[in-house]
């Protein structure tokens, strides 16, 4: 029989056992409740990747009633361009006959840092989608975030081996336009009039670098890119006009160039004109969470009405601004917005 002492230990063990157990459910329950109150809210038996590739093919055929040969390149999410999202699986016809061509970052170089090869598992599941869009016959534009110029010039190589076009860009943040290689890689003096007629392109959407909209006018006329993707606004939240995009269009050698436009579909972000004041304490039911690195950027319910009036279909649309300012397309990025719903 046990005495006092050993009593009174035996039941100190057991209390502090029990404590620690209830402890343990208590995080567990607190983990389950807030990984459920966190999840995003999906309709029950909504197709996300069918209803961002309606998305798409929406905004191509509202842009075409105003312009019939109005480009539509989306931006990663690749596998929208198979059936059932598999690189054997069947093409996605409608998707694939519809856009113009795929954007995809960090293909050969970024993946994981910048300036560093994507590794080769990643490489050729991208590669096996994107080689799906092109036997589609569409063009396939590569950005691939490198510095050094071995590495630019091993980017230039491997896309071009891969009849890809490509961008290195030496700054993620695409605000400046790169020294290396000069001349650019692919240059020529041609008039382009299609996408399939391009040898590279200009990605630069963050026109922090420059002073005035005059400069920034200026440096891009200088080069002779065959494509560039810019934003809609330059500084604040006043659009470039047809003018001046017309402006652009014109290679530093005498040639044309197409001039795309950047719209994000996927997240709203809080600087561009649409945002209202009280969204930041009182979110619109298609507003969800924050993209923790990209600050300002906010994940959408992108197949409501309320965020797609904002987008496209009206006069007061995100859309119909580009239009009115002359572009040539429109280059959509976050399509791959799905993911965070899944």
Request: net charge negative; aromatic share 14%; hydrophobic share 35%.
């Amino acid at each position: 029989m046990l005495n006092y002492n050993e009593r009174k230990e035996f039941a100190l063990t057991n209390i502090k056992t029990m404590k620690n157990f209830l402890f343990v459910l208590l995080i567990l329950s607190a983990l389950l409740s807030c990984s459920k109150d966190d999840s995003p809210d999906v309709p029950e038996g909504i197709d996300l990747r069918q209803e961002m590739r309606g998305l798409v093919i929406n905004i191509a055929t509202y842009s075409r009633s105003f312009d019939h040969d109005f480009m539509v390149i989306p931006q990663n999410g690749i596998e929208l361009v198979s059936a059932n999202g598999e690189a054997d699986g069947p093409l996605s016809t409608a998707y694939a006959e519809t856009i113009n061509g795929h954007g995809q970052e960090d293909l050969f170089y970024g993946y994981d840092h910048d300036d560093r090869p994507t590794p080769d598992k990643e490489n050729q599941y991208l590669r096996s989608f994107l080689e799906k869009s092109k036997n589609a016959g569409n063009v396939i534009l590569v950005t691939d975030y490198c510095f050094s110029h071995d590495n630019m010039d091993d980017s230039y190589t491997k896309n071009q081996a891969n009849s890809y076009i490509s961008f290195a860009a030496d700054h993620r943040e695409l605000d400046h336009i790169p020294d290396h290689p000069q001349p650019i890689y692919g240059e020529n003096e041609r008039n382009i009039s299609d996408l399939t007629d391009i040898s590279n392109f200009l990605y630069l959407i963050n026109p922090v670098s420059f002073n005035s909209r005059e400069e920034f006018i200026h440096a891009v006329t200088s080069t002779n890119y065959d494509l560039i993707i810019m934003d809609l606004f330059f500084h604040d939240n006043t659009p470039f006009t047809a003018s001046e995009v017309e402006q652009l269009r014109h290679k530093a050698n005498g040639g044309k160039r197409l001039v795309i436009c950047y719209m994000s579909i996927g997240e709203a972000e809080d600087y561009r004109y649409y945002w209202q004041p009280e969204w930041n304490s009182d979110k619109p039911s298609w507003l969800d969470a924050e993209n923790p690195n990209w600050e300002g950027n906010y994940k959408v319910r992108y197949w409501e009405k309320e965020w797609q009036d904002i987008i496209f279909g009206n006069d007061a649309s995100y859309l119909k601004k580009i239009l009115d300012a002359g572009f040539d397309g429109v280059y959509l990025d976050i399509i791959d917005a799905y993911e965070y719903f899944e």
